[in-house]
C-alpha cells in the first residue's frame, strides 16, 4: 500500500511547529537515494548506504522513510515528475514528442529505472502529472471518450517500451565497460563463422541491401509515427 502522505507531502498544507528544524528531510533522503542508484544501481541506494551519505545513523533514516520498499516508490515518483511535462503552443503531435523525448532521457540518466516494475506505478503526483498530460494530449484530437484512455495507454505503452531499452543499454554500458558498439563488434566470430545465411535468407537479403543500417536511431520514430498517424485516422 502507497504511504500517500509522503508521496504527496508537499501538496499538504505545512504545520507550524516549534524549536529547531529537522537537520534532514524526506527530500534530502530521496535526493540521496536517486544519487546513489544513479551512480551504483538500484540496490547501491540501501538505507544504510543513504544514511552514511547523508551521515546520519541508519535508525534516523526510517524517522523520515519508513521502509525501503517506500523509499524505493518515492525515488521513482520523483524522477517521474522531474520530466516537468508541461507545455503550451505545441500541437499534439509535438506533446507526444516531448514526452516520448523526456521519457527516454530520464531512462538514460536513471538507468536503475528499469530494475522496477512500473506495472503498478506509485499513485504520486509524478504518475498522475504523465495520466493528465497524455489524457488531455488525446483529448484535444477529438476522439470519442471511449477511445481517449486507449490511445494515451497506447502512447505509454510504446515510448516506455523503447525508453526502457535505452536505460537497459545503458545500464549495461556502465556494468560492463562496454558500449553497444563495441559488444556488437567482439561478436563478429558469430556472423562470420555461425550465421546460416541459408537458414535466414531474408535476414541475409536485407543486411546485403543495407537495410540495418541506422536502425537505433529511425525506428522508434519510424513506429511512433505510425501510431499517430492510426490515432488520427481513426478521428477522421
Known amino acids: 500500500m502507497e504511504n500517500y502522505p509522503l508521496l504527496w507531502r508537499r501538496s499538504l498544507a505545512k504545520r507550524r511547529t516549534t524549536g529547531r528544524p529537522p537537520r534532514l528531510s524526506v527530500d534530502a533522503v530521496v535526493a540521496a537515494a536517486i544519487r546513489i542508484a544513479d551512480a551504483d544501481g538500484l540496490e547501491a541506494a540501501s538505507m544504510a548506504r543513504v544514511a552514511a551519505d547523508l551521515g546520519a545513523a541508519t ?19 520523483e524522477v517521474l515528475l522531474a520530466r ?62 471511449g477511445e481517449i484512455n486507449r490511445a494515451a495507454l497506447s502512447v505509454t505503452a510504446y515510448v516506455y517500451a523503447f525508453a526502457r531499452e535505452a536505460g537497459e543499454e545503458k545500464g549495461a554500458e556502465r556494468a560492463s565497460g562496454l558500449s553497444t558498439e563495441s559488444w556488437w563488434h567482439e561478436r563478429g566470430e558469430f556472423w562470420e563463422k555461425w550465421f546460416d545465411v541459408e537458414k535466414h535468407p531474408a535476414m541475409t537479403a536485407l543486411w546485403n541491401a543495407g537495410g540495418f543500417e541506422d536502425q537505433d536511431q529511425t525506428a522508434f520514430a519510424y513506429g511512433l509515427a505510425l501510431l499517430l498517424n492510426g490515432i488520427e485516422r481513426s478521428v477522421e
Open 59 to 77: 535508525m534516523t533514516l526510517y524517522t523520515y522513510v519508513p521502509s525501503r520498499a517506500d523509499l524505493t516508490a518515492l525515488m521513482v515518483d
Open 84 to 145: 516537468d511535462l508541461t507545455a503550451t503552443g505545441l500541437s499534439w503531435r509535438e506533446r507526444v514528442g516531448l514526452f516520448a523525448d523526456r521519457t527516454r532521457a530520464m531512462f538514460l540518466t536513471h538507468p536503475w529505472l528499469t530494475e522496477v516494475s512500473l506495472v503498478r506505478p506509485p499513485l504520486g503526483p509524478g504518475t498522475m502529472a504523465e495520466r493528465e498530460f497524455l489524457i488531455a494530449t488525446m483529448s484535444e484530437i477529438g476522439l470519442p471518450v
